[in-house]
């Protein structure tokens, strides 16, 4: 029996392993029970190590500091990679108004913050806590811990505390604040999809089609020469002239009347293109041609390939053209000034021959990818922990901020996510790779912060905690109920795409679920993915600077 009890309670490394492992075991059990379609998930392994530390199954706190920190560094440098590709990008076309209703969001979270604070005086660090919980942002929790090491020299457990009661809640009230919207601006959710189909119809998807050249203006000009008229960005795969005679399109190629191409470009451009070449054609699908070519699907798996753009490789001199380039589930067009990456899927037409030498260049080894980039792992978290504990001096601050062990890491996985194949560092990760290394980082993250919080959380729950509810449940739906009703009302933004926005500003995946439920689409997915990596880059920041600045 003292075998078990040391097991359970006792103080050696074995048992430290042991109450971390059984507190993530039991959270992520926990995590499947769904109330009404709703679940907080992962969560719930910080209420399992807030219950077994509370029944006196301790972890030395050195040990709990170094995985707590080492987890949360696994999990935003995971984020920043996943949102990185992304993360510049966001900012385009209508990404701009989207970002900006989502600071609205993340500002006025703020701002009601602050004045709780004020008017019932809970502490600073508490508040945080709170707000990061209201937000079900846990890297912001992590960052508010990380900046009340530094400045006070030892962890806050109020921040934790805050946290945890303000969470479970937050879904909830943000499920609500959406159906208040719907009811408030009587929303027609059928008559919503069919205007986002309308507007989809006119687009930037790409789309296929075979033309004839029937317009004189264009005869015996190069297809360079063509781009440069019409100002419009289309691929040319394919060129049959009028003799029968098939071959592949290049930058060079001129075209003449009566030749057929085979054309990608967006449906947006695809009036003007067609005016400008001639006519669709009327012989009927490109499938109907005899062609000698052959269209395949390639890996990139070649490292030296990483980072340069299309017009680099010079593929066209090979006889194949690139028509498609699809990247974590998104597909660009090929144009001569996207640069590729490992990891990307080509399609490429051309003949057998020569697909097969482009293939031999580009790699196509799928084993190749499973092999995990540990240096790019660990070389972006050592840069990541050593810009996270620089001093940053600002005028007028007591003392140097740092942005720390959640802000560093999550900013240099971004920038090398986004910056990294130019400098041919690879950072592609499998999917479920990537996953996984989120998830450990999360777990191990949340059981220590439950184990530590654990013997603090009753007494202070009892003793005025239980209104934190409250004040997280109001940080959660007043700035949510303010950036709809201008986002609807002002911006006159799609209410499927708002929900999916308000989803995005509180990085919650269980309320992005519900948005797509209730719009029977993956339509809110979009505008949440436009708006998450921003988000999650100020939720870290500003919870840092909370601390700094008004404790």
């Not at 390939?305 to 067009?333: C, E, H, P, W």
Request: charged share 15%; glycine share 10%; hydrophobic share 50%.
């Amino acid at each position: 029996m003292n075998w078990l009890n040391e097991l359970f309670f006792g103080e050696s490394i074995a048992h430290s392993i042991f109450a971390i492992s059984l507190v993530i075991a039991l959270g992520v059990v926990l995590g499947r029970i769904k109330i009404k379609g709703i679940s907080i998930g992962m969560t719930w392994i910080l209420f399992a190590g807030i219950f077994v530390s509370h029944f006196g199954m301790r972890v030395d706190d050195t040990i709990l500091k170094i995985l707590k920190e080492f987890g949360l560094i696994l999990f935003v440098y995971s984020i920043g990679l996943q949102v990185g590709p992304s993360f510049f990008s966001s900012f385009k076309k209508g990404g701009v108004k989207y970002n900006l209703l989502a600071l609205i969001g993340i500002f006025a979270s703020v701002a009601v913050t602050y004045i709780l604070h004020l008017a019932t005086k809970v502490p600073m660090p508490a508040m945080v806590g709170i707000m990061s919980g209201a937000v079900t942002n846990t890297p912001g929790l992590g960052a508010a811990q990380q900046t009340a090491i530094d400045l006070f020299g030892a962890d806050d457990p109020s921040i934790a505390t805050g946290y945890a009661v303000a969470y479970p809640l937050a879904v909830v009230g943000a499920i609500l604040t959406i159906v208040i919207l719907k009811n408030l601006f009587k929303v027609d959710i059928a008559k919503e999809r069919e205007e986002l189909t309308r507007s989809e119809s006119s687009g930037t998807n790409a789309t296929r089609f075979t033309l004839t050249v029937t317009n004189n203006e264009i005869n015996g000009l190069t297809i360079s020469e063509i781009r440069d008229k019409v100002q419009r960005n289309f691929v040319i795969t394919l060129i049959k002239r009028k003799s029968g005679e098939e071959e592949m399109a290049k930058a060079d190629s001129k075209l003449f009347l009566g030749d057929r191409v085979k054309m990608i470009t967006s449906s947006a451009a695809q009036p003007i293109v067609i005016e400008m070449f001639g006519e669709l054609d009327k012989s009927g699908d490109w499938k109907e041609i005899n062609t000698q070519f052959v269209s395949r699907k390639i890996v990139i798996t070649n490292s030296a390939i990483n980072g340069k753009n299309l017009a680099q490789l010079r593929l066209r001199s090979y006889g194949v053209n690139i028509t498609k380039v699809s990247r974590s589930g998104v597909d660009f067009m090929a144009g001569a000034n996207l640069e590729l990456r490992v990891g990307d899927r080509v399609t490429m037409v051309g003949t057998t021959q020569s697909i097969d030498i482009v293939e031999k260049k580009l790699g196509n080894s799928i084993k190749q990818l499973d092999t995990p980039n540990l240096f790019q792992l660990f070389i972006g978290i050592l840069l990541g922990v050593a810009l996270g504990t620089l001093p940053i001096v600002i005028p007028g601050m007591p003392q140097p901020i740092k942005i720390g062990l959640a802000g560093g890491p999550l900013i240099v996985a971004i920038l090398m996510s986004c910056f990294g194949p130019r400098y041919k560092i690879v950072t592609y990760t499998t999917n479920s790779a990537s996953l996984m290394l989120r998830e450990i980082g999360i777990s191990i993250f949340l059981a220590c912060v439950g184990i530590s919080a654990g013997e603090s959380f009753v007494p202070t729950v009892i003793n005025g905690g239980y209104l934190w509810i409250l004040y997280g449940l109001i940080i959660t739906m007043i700035p949510l109920l303010i950036m709809g009703y201008v986002g609807r009302k002002f911006m006159k933004i799609n209410y499927i795409l708002l929900s999916g926005i308000m989803s995005g500003t509180m990085t919650s995946p269980a309320t992005l679920a519900y948005a797509n439920e209730m719009s029977d689409n993956d339509i809110p997915s979009v505008s949440y993915a436009t708006v998450y990596p921003l988000t999650m880059f100020m939720r870290v920041l500003i919870a840092q600077l909370m601390i700094l600045l008004f404790v």
